[in-house]
């Protein structure tokens, strides 16, 4: 009992906290033990938070949520102006082949996120009209000899290939559906292209 009342009379004299005394006799032990004591702090610190860095992956799925919502509003409510649209994934950016009027380029807005940018260019006819030309192609005269038939992503033409002499075909369907069709002879070797090694259609026709 003595020696625990010296103690404490000693350390009150010295203006010791015990913690302080505990701390320190913690340290004494780890130095022993050969415990690296930095390395065991007594309070962590918070960690600072951590900005989050944007993916391509969102980005990616909202220019192809946006491209997927165009092309159901221009085949639907939009058809009468709608022909085609691009994306530019790289740019965030989405071309769109419509006839001027209406409030189409209002609506498509609408439906595509701020940060996309939208570009709009005029086009001679619609989707739906080139369709509906194509349809007709097949009840005219000599379809025979008609090899293939594709709508023009500009909506400038139908483009026609034939078996036959081609000023005379065109000059046939000019009678029939003045300037909605383009006629063009047998070019398989043209119609297909070599893409990064890989065959792929021609970029300027939709498809069929």
Partial sequence: MAVVLALRVAMVLADVRIPDVVDRACCAIGEVRGDSVEAQPRYRKAEEPRAMTPTGTSAEAEDSSASAAIREYGLAAGRAQYVSHQVDPAGRAIT??????????????????????????????????LADARQRLW???????????????????????????????????????????????????QRWGQVDGEARRSSHELEH
């Fill in 96 to 129: 769109v082949y419509r006839v001027r009027g209406g409030d189409f380029d209002a609506a498509v807005r609408r439906l595509v996120p701020i940060d996309i940018r939208l570009r709009f260019l005029d086009a001679a006819h619609s989707r739906a009209e």
């Fill in 139 to 189: 009840t005219l005269p000599h379809a025979e000899q008609i090899r293939s038939v594709s709508i023009r992503w500009d909506g400038s033409a139908v483009v026609l290939v034939v078996g036959e002499d081609v000023a005379a075909a065109q000059a046939r369907y000019d009678r029939a559906l003045p300037g909605l069709v383009v006629v063009e002879g047998r070019r398989e070797e």
